[in-house]
C-alpha cells in the first residue's frame, strides 16, 4: 500500500505557457500533501504544503501566483506552473501523508523542462 | 524552525562492507519523527527506515540500522553488508508531531565499489 502516482514524468513546453502537475494517493487518503523542487545534486526544497480543502501554505519565497497548488480531494492535489520560463525548469516532487503522524510517501517526480 | 544537518557530501564503501552515515537535527519540539530516504539514479524516493522520537529502541530494517541518540540530536544510519544496489543518495529527514513540517537534510551520496 501507501503508492503516490505523479503525472507527467516529463514535460517540456514552451516558455510563457502553463503546466499541470498532478499528484494522486492511489491507495490511501492523503490529508496532506507537499510539494518540492530538486535542483540537480542537491536536496529538496519544500515549496508548499498543502491540506485537503484548504489552501496550501508556501514557503518563504515561493511565488503563489506562479505556483499554484490545489488540493480538491483526499486523493489529488495538482501543482500549476503559470508563464513558465527557462529558470522554472527543475524536477518537481509531490508526497502524500496519512496523518500527521506518519512517514510521506513519493511520487515519481516530474522533469520539467522549459524552452 | 526545525534544520537538519548532514555532513557528509560524499561517502564510499566497498562491497560487503559497513558504512555510517551521518544526520544531526536541529529542533525544541519533543516528539518528532526520523527518516531515512534513499534516492537512486531513479530518483524516487524510497523509504529506508524511520525512528519514532518517544521509542527508545533503535529502528531496524534487515541491513539497515540507526543510531538514535536523543540527547544528542543524532540519528545515523548504519548499512551492514553494503550491496551494490544500495548505492544511491541519502537523505535525512525530520517530521514534526505537532504539525505538517518536514524538512531534508542536504543529502549524502554513497557510492558502493565492487
Known amino acids: 500500500g501507501a503508492v503516490v502516482s505523479q503525472h507527467p514524468s516529463r514535460v517540456i513546453c514552451k516558455s510563457g505557457t502553463s503546466v499541470k502537475i498532478e499528484c494522486r494517493s492511489l491507495?490511501?487518503?492523503?490529508?496532506?500533501m507537499f510539494w518540492y523542487r530538486q535542483f540537480p545534486k542537491q536536496s529538496l526544497m519544500l515549496m508548499a504544503t498543502?491540506?485537503?480543502?484548504?489552501?496550501?501554505?508556501?514557503e518563504q519565497g515561493v511565488e503563489k501566483d506562479k505556483f499554484l497548488i490545489n488540493h480538491a480531494s483526499l486523493t489529488l492535489s495538482t501543482l500549476t506552473v503559470t508563464s513558465a520560463h527557462p529558470e522554472d525548469s527543475s524536477f518537481y516532487i509531490c508526497s502524500a501523508g496519512r496523518t500527521v503522524n506518519t512517514e510521506a510517501f513519493f511520487g515519481q517526480g516530474t522533469r520539467l523542462t522549459v524552452v | 524552525a526545525q534544520t537538519v544537518t548532514q555532513s557528509q557530501p560524499e561517502m564510499s564503501v566497498q562491497e560487503a562492507e559497513t558504512v555510517t552515515l551521518s544526520c544531526t537535527y536541529d529542533?525544541?519540539?519533543?516528539?518528532?519523527?526520523l527518516f531515512w530516504y534513499k534516492q537512486p539514479p531513479s530518483r524516487q524516493m524510497i523509504l529506508v527506515i524511520r525512528?519514532?522520537?518517544?521509542?527508545?529502541q533503535n529502528a531496524t530494517e534487515n541491513r539497515f540500522s540507526v543510531n538514535f541518540q536523543k540527547a544528542a540530536k543524532s540519528f545515523s544510519l548504519k548499512i551492514s553488508d553494503s550491496q551494490l544496489g544500495d548505492a544511491a543518495m541519502y537523505f535525512c529527514a525530520y517530521r514534526s508531531a505537532y504539525n505538517n513540517d518536514m524538512r531534508f537534510g542536504a543529502g549524502t551520496r554513497l557510492t558502493v565499489k565492487p
Open positions: 491507495d490511501f487518503q492523503a490529508t496532506t
Open positions: 498543502s491540506n485537503e480543502g484548504s489552501k496550501a501554505t508556501y
Open positions: 525512528q519514532e522520537a518517544y521509542k527508545q
Open positions: 529542533t525544541s519540539e519533543s516528539d518528532y519523527y
